[in-house]
């Protein structure tokens, strides 16, 4: 063989040699071609995710595998600071499986929330949970009814429940978040606000927009639509008279709820004619949005969404009314039970019982009796005794053994039921605490509920005071026993109720 051919022989072996040498290489990247998203799904991921996607290709998985065994090991180990990052890493690598979503809010709200001392701090982490699911989750995923049925969870279980000692906090933190962005509006009013286009082309709008544009205010920076708008510049606060400002505040109210808090004012809308009025500063009522936003936008199951709707009716029948009031220089939060919210699970009650068979009722009617009972003392408590009345006519005559007594011998009963069993102590200690509570509403200007706790507290006393001669020992006399109870409400209370209280007993 000349030089010649044996040249290009050697070539050719070489081009063979070199092309089976990255045979396995091409092969790979084919198969990792196959694994990423096409490029129409490419398109609706954010930047970070697209880069991820691309970049790591078929090995996301097996690193993902890793990530998830970690996570795992360090959920078992308690090690949940740690473990905020890798699942920030898992759901940036896998945005499409809710679960992973579900196992990372979770963490925060419930886990790393009680490891840090202050009520502040607490907050901070189980609203950082709460915005994972609704800021993000949501909108890689908006077709899961898991990710819906877990927020929904967290804001009616962790928020509005009483599992935390720090409850209280959130309740209030929540309620202030809801009352800034809504203000005096009501979901039917801010359906209606204009758009801003719309203000630009009013003569009415357009000046006032000019003016928070020369002091360098944005209109969707919440901080500026504080209650009364008392942040804002005097150049600015002239304007509150003006036709106009209302439509501007409209616009950036409405702005504010769906950019940032992710609400759609047509959808509480749609709840409130399904439900009645709410007040929107209740936590529960963000679980009620959320579970009927799930229902609305997903395949979730009927039974998931009933039960949230169920969870989220009863909270607001007991905490469904919040007011805040100035006593002095504070600001006080005042939680009621909202009466209106149980005619409709009443009704809830009727559906089901007309649905399920006799022979398999029994279980339900005992949750309606209970239900009824709680109607009764809630409606008590606050002093509307017509609704108590009403409640406990229909109790008699739905489940007539469970109400032969009179109405004030029911509520008595009712009450020492519930300490059956207790020392004289632990009922000394329930009225004392009813008194007190009942002092701290006639502070705050609560009259009705100051009425029906005393009310409640003398009825206790009184059935006591049968049952047990030594409580009758300890505490001869109601009247002494409430004025003792006054004197240290006005030792304890901050000084603004203090001296509210001070006033109303003329003391």
């Known amino acids: 063989m000349n030089r010649r051919w044996k040249g290009l022989l050697i070539f050719l072996v070489a081009i063979i040699l070199f092309y089976l040498a990255d045979f396995p290489l091409l092969q790979l990247n084919r198969y990792m071609q196959k694994l990423r998203p096409d490029k129409d799904v490419l398109k609706k991921l954010p930047p970070e995710l697209v880069f991820s996607t691309v970049l790591l290709g078929g090995f996301r998985s097996i690193l993902l595998d890793f990530l998830w065994m970690r996570a795992v090991s360090l959920q078992e180990e308690g090690k949940y600071f740690e473990l905020v990052q890798l699942s920030d890493w898992i759901c940036s690598l896998e945005p499409d499986i809710p679960e992973i979503w579900v196992f990372n809010a979770w963490n925060l709200s419930y886990n790393i929330s009680v490891e840090f001392p202050t009520p502040e701090e607490k907050w901070n982490w189980v609203y950082q949970g709460i915005k994972l699911l609704r800021d993000k989750a949501i909108v890689y995923i908006p077709d899961s ?180 009031r100035k006593v002095g220089q504070d600001e006080i939060m005042l939680v009621m039970p909202d009466m209106r919210i149980a005619d409709i699970l009443n009704n809830y009650y009727k559906e089901i019982l007309e649905q399920t068979p006799e022979n398999q009722s029994a279980g339900i009617q005992s949750s309606h009796r209970d239900f009824l009972k709680k109607v009764i003392l809630l409606a008590y408590t606050i002093n509307d005794l017509s609704t108590a009345r009403q409640y406990y006519r229909y109790l008699r005559e739905e489940y007539p053994g469970e109400a032969d007594l009179s109405f004030n011998s029911f509520i008595s009963k009712e009450f020492i039921e519930t300490l059956k069993g207790g020392s004289v102590q632990k009922i000394s200690s329930l009225i004392y605490g009813t008194l007190y509570q009942s002092f701290w509403y006639l502070a705050a200007g609560e009259e009705s509920r100051y009425a029906g706790l005393q009310s409640m507290a003398r009825l206790i006393y009184q059935r006591m005071c049968e049952k047990d001669k030594r409580f009758l020992e300890m505490f001869p006399d109601f009247e002494s026993l409430a004025n003792s109870v006054a004197g240290s409400a006005l030792e304890q209370l901050p000084p603004a109720l203090a001296e509210s209280l001070r006033k109303k007993l003329g003391r």
């Open 145 to 324: 009814p898991l990710i819906y049925k877990e927020l929904s969870w967290i804001f009616f279980d962790k928020v509005s429940g009483s599992i935390d000692q720090a409850h209280a906090y959130y309740k209030n933190a929540w309620a202030i978040i809801m009352r800034d962005a809504m203000g005096r509006f009501n979901p039917e009013e801010l359906t209606k606000a204009p758009s801003l286009s719309e203000l630009e082309k009013n003569p009415q709008t357009s000046d006032i927009l000019n003016a928070f544009q020369k002091n360098g205010i944005e209109l969707t920076d919440s901080s500026i639509w504080k209650y009364g708008f008392n942040s804002q510049p005097k150049d600015l606060k002239r304007y509150k008279g003006n036709p106009g400002f209302k439509q501007i505040e409209l616009y950036a109210r409405s702005r504010i709820l769906r950019e940032q808090l992710k609400m759609e004012p047509e959808t509480m809308l749609e709840i409130e004619r399904k439900y009645g009025p709410l007040d929107w500063k209740a936590v529960a009522t963000q679980a009620l949005y959320w579970i009927e936003k799930g229902k609305k936008e997903t395949d979730m199951q009927q039974i998931d969404y009933e039960r949230g709707v169920y969870f989220a009716l009863n909270h607001l029948l007991e905490w469904g009314k919040v007011n805040f």
